[in-house]
């Protein structure tokens, strides 16, 4: 995606004197001094510059600075895809909410208050986001450890019902972080709404129809939804405070396990960001390869979301139909990485491994055979009548909303919204396959449904082409660029060479520092934009790392959508944005 | 006479071996999906592994369940409902902890992860991976039956008072009791 | 005296036996639907527990009944039992005025395989067919659960539209017939020589309809709709007590209800001679397992409806439609003579 032209920042400098212009080579960003003028900066952003889509807002802390907090929006301008970000230092405490120009902006703000204490004015109800209330601390801040603060005594009940063993059975630290009990839960769904209907369900968070722990409050009257309000952190695993412990290749495994539907194309958004940072380039096999694996894995994770939406609207078959394609795509990808689901088969530079004897065939009869079963499926649902009217005019998402609340990937382009970082920003070899981009009418539950199943056969499309590409390249073209000095050379070189070697053990136990700068890089995931904002100060490991994660925003439009709709939609609605909790709470 | 009949594994002498049998041949797991391992154990369930095979279906009340399988990483905020849905299931009930999250923290020895499923629910089955197999969340099941076989009927609930004996009320308080 | 006695035991024993052929009938069917949707599904069913998973059920059975018997906190305990009974004794009572066969002769006395000879027999399922409705209420009611309160509510409203548009499907047929006696149907359909669902094709759908949103099978099973509601109704029973309830809804009254199908459409054991004395028998059972084989088929294949869908679709298409097909019926007859 180019950022925001020369032109643009010109004018925007015109109108507001007071504000300074940072470019880096894939970063653009303004600087606002005044905390107070941030609103009207937005504002004129938005209504005369035409960056209308919100794309994130994060926070980053520097304990040593004079004000602490420097807030971050990212924003696009959805016609020219300019893309731009605006910064702003603050105090706790005195930043204007951005709630009222992007709505998009509440859940953001919500998760800054949760992980950084920061509050915002004019944000009525700045809630816990993953943590439950009375939780005390902030963990996103410097000061705060990776590990908690251990307050409580927990013992393992194996061992104390089993006996204790020598030497133990288990090897663990008795004291552990504070585990919150069922008063402090009720206390957080207490906060959350204000009971206005007939009676208040509890959808979650261990439910079947949720995809996961998401736990949503529904205030009904009769099988109406008044009210709504959606409570995260159920996987609130701590990603980002992760990265910033770790060493830059050591994160990429768990990016699999964000959304971990999608692996490979998470590991692709990260490699890339990293990839920009330390200007690696990487060689044309392993671009190749790398596209064909995220299109597998694109088609993988859609159709897991095709089983599991129409299980919960009641076809019990279409799952397992589903899952009979999942397993052979799974084969693919473990014959190439080891790995069926979490495969971290990207590296920094490459890939890890060389193509697998075979694979090529495979993949290719494994496309040749997955047009017919995508007509299958098509014939079980996409003229059913119950089908139609379950999914026909429910959950309207129209384009306002889109750019409003940052909704990206199928949720958007169901809307109409032709966004797709694949084309307006090419990666990997995006630029040299050939493919189109399906858009939605009215953007109900049947567009989405229909611009998925689009996907996946233009997925088919490209993985035939990286085929093509890839079984006219020569056997040993390089997969890995092994001689920049941040890339880890692969496996077979170690252990035939003394000096790679040394290298890959140097990088492995020490890492390897990254050149100073920021970058915000994103890539095009199944669910949407997945981006990876980076500040590196020169270490080997990232000062912060924020994960744009797109099930989050996409998830921010379901309590306007679903007003007035009944629970049967609500289950309709929430397969069709399909998160994967994973990556809402990281 | 037990075992000469025995052979098919199902005519046994004893009402416990019988019990046993049914109990073992009929484990139901409830429907939920921590993390990552919930689609494994979807796999498991689905057309190539098909647990069905060993009599297995997935229940979504875990009022009606026998077996609850922790798949995925337990993070603190969850804690107390996961052990919620332990206390609704009627016993006999046995947990198995599936992968490296829910047995012991796993990657993530962070501030808001649980480090291991058996600080709040009694585990009868770990299984290694991250995320293991369906094979291999198979092998654990069977293990599971073996171990009902073995053990013929468990009771945690007599253990369980013994151990509460010695806590403090405040530990107590905290792990839901 | 020694008639009244030999009429007593005949029907002691054919309680017996229907009581014992539905309810292990019941539970097979539990193994032969694991079977159906697993070979549907690509994946093979039950298949290790003892021959083709033969003894699955048992194992079921066993397991289910030695559960530890829990009664969830706030609980209105007699309508929680009650509901069960509920559930179960109507679905039973529906095998009261199944015809299993043609009548014969055993010492010189003439016995109908069949428990209860009403000549209001179409009357007594409607009936038995509401009145399971209330378990499902009181269980959704006695459960102190929102899930379970709901799915009680929804399939209230189920029950209600349902039960009015079978009762004109139904209707047309007795007009045919010039009876509700289940024998006189059969043998009316064996006088004409044509079964009624050549006359009757649209009431016939209408019955299918109503069969499916009976007995709750997909697509019109809204009050346990697994992503809305976990299990519905009976959210807040274990053990056996939850077993009792897809036996009863799922099974026998499927079950049942199909019988009726095949009586009032199929000619009951109508068809030709090719199986000896008891190709009546085997005719019945064949064509009535063809209907549930049928109902699972739908069952595993299609997607569900919305609670109000459902509803509506019953008042505004459904019941016109029967009504309609009821006064066409009703001037045939009367110029047709």
Known sequence: ?586 | MASSINGNGFITTTVDELLSWGRRNALWPVTIGLACCAIEMMHAAASRFDIDRLGMIFRASPRQADVLIVAGTVVNKVAPMLKLIWDQMPEPKWCISMGGCASAGGPFPTYSTLQGVDRIIPVDVYIPGCPPTPQGLIYGLLELQRKIREKKVTRYEKAFEEFKKDLSPELLSGIGV | MNDIIFTAVVIAIKILIVLAVTLGLGAYLTWYERKFAGHLQARRGPTVVGPFGLLQPLADGLKLMTKAPILPRGVDTKLYYMAIMMALVPAIMLFAVVPFGPSFKIMGHEIKPIVANLNIAILYVFAMGSMAAYGTLFAGWASNSKYAFIGSLRKAALIVSYEVVLGFAALSVILLAGSMNVFDIVNAQIKSGVWYIVYQPISFILFLFCLLAESGRVPFDIQEAEAELVTGYNVEYGGMKFGIFPLAEWYLNVLALCAIASVLYFGGWAGPHIFGPFSGFIWFLAKTFGLLFFVLWVHWTLPRYQAKDVVEFAWKYLLPISIINLVGTAFFIYFKG
Request: glycine share 6%.
């Open chain 1, 1 to 586: 995606m180019p950022w925001a032209s020369s032109q643009t920042l010109d004018r925007i400098k015109h109108a507001f004197r007071k504000i300074t212009i940072d470019t880096q080579p894939n970063f653009v960003c303004l600087n606002v001094e005044d905390t107070q003028e941030i609103t009207n900066i937005l504002k004129h952003l938005k209504d005369i510059e035409d960056f209308r889509y919100f794309i994130d807002f994060h926070v980053i802390d520097f304990p040593k600075e004079k004000d602490r907090f420097l807030g971050q929006y990212i924003l696009v301008n959805p016609y020219t895809f300019e893309r731009l970000a605006v910064k702003v230092w603050f105090k706790s405490n005195k930043l204007p909410t951005a709630k009222e120009i992007f709505p998009g902006a509440k859940w953001a703000e919500r998760e800054a208050y949760d992980m950084f204490g920061v509050e915002f004015e004019g944000h009525e109800d700045v809630k816990r986001m993953f943590m439950w209330e009375d939780y005390k601390y902030f963990p996103l801040r410097k000061d705060f450890p990776l590990g908690g603060i251990p307050e409580q005594k927990l013992p393992s009940l194996t061992e104390v019902l089993e006996g204790n063993t020598f030497p133990p059975s288990h090897d663990y630290d008795i004291m552990h972080t504070y585990v919150p009990n069922m008063k402090d839960i009720e206390k957080t769904e207490k906060s959350r709404i204000t009971k206005k209907g007939q009676l208040v369900l509890n959808w979650g968070p261990l439910h079947p129809g949720t995809h996961g722990t998401m736990w949503f409050l529904f205030d009904l009257e009769g099988e109406h939804i008044i009210q709504t309000d959606v409570i995260l952190g159920q996987l609130h695993r701590g990603m980002e405070k992760i990265a910033e412990n770790l060493h830059y290749f050591q994160f990429l495994p768990y990016t699999d396990r964000m959304d971990y539907l999608s692996a490979v194309c998470n590991e692709l958004s990260y490699v890339q960001a990293v990839e920009k940072l330390a200007n690696i380039e990487v060689p044309l096999k392993a671009r190749y390869i790398r596209t064909m694996f995220a299109e597998l894995q694109r088609i993988n994770s859609h159709l897991l979301w095709l089983g599991t939406g129409a299980l919960d609207l009641g076809a019990l078959t279409v799952f397992l139909y589903a899952f009979r394609e999942r397993e052979k795509i799974m084969d693919i990808i473990e014959g190439n990485a080891g790995f069926r689901l979490t495969s971290a088969f990207l590296r920094i530079g490459g890939v890890h491994y060389d193509l697998a004897k075979g694979t090529l065939e495979v993949a290719k009869y494994f496309v040749k055979d997955f047009y017919s079963k995508l007509k299958e499926y098509h014939g079980l649902l996409t003229r059913n009548r119950i089908w139609l009217k379950r999914t026909k005019d429910v959950g309207v998402i129209t384009q306002e909303d889109v750019y409003q609340y940052g909704l990206t990937g199928p949720v958007a382009r169901g809307s109409g919204v032709a966004y797709d970082i694949r084309k307006i920003d090419p990666y990997a070899a995006y630029d040299l396959v050939d493919f189109d981009i399906p858009v939605g009418d009215i953007g109900d539950v049947y567009d989405r449904y229909l611009v998925r199943m689009e996907e996946m056969y233009q997925s088919a499309r490209i993985v035939e082409q990286c085929i093509e590409a890839l079984e006219k390249m020569p056997e040993n073209e390089p997969y890995v660029n092994k001689k920049h000095p941040a890339v880890i050379p692969p496996k077979e070189y170690v252990f035939n060479d003394l000096e790679d070697m040394v290298k890959s053990f140097r990088i492995v136990v020490h890492g390897e520092n990254i050149p100073k700068g920021e970058v915000y890089s994103s890539g095009e995931n199944p669910r949407g934009e997945l981006g990876f904002y980076i500040y590196s100060i020169g270490k080997s490991s990232p000062y912060r790392l924020r994960i744009r994660s797109c099930s989050f925003y996409n998830l921010s439009v379901f309590p306007k959508v679903i007003y007035k709709h009944t629970i049967s939609d609500a289950v309709a609605l929430l397969g069709s944005i399909d998160p994967v909790v994973g990556e809402t709470d990281r």
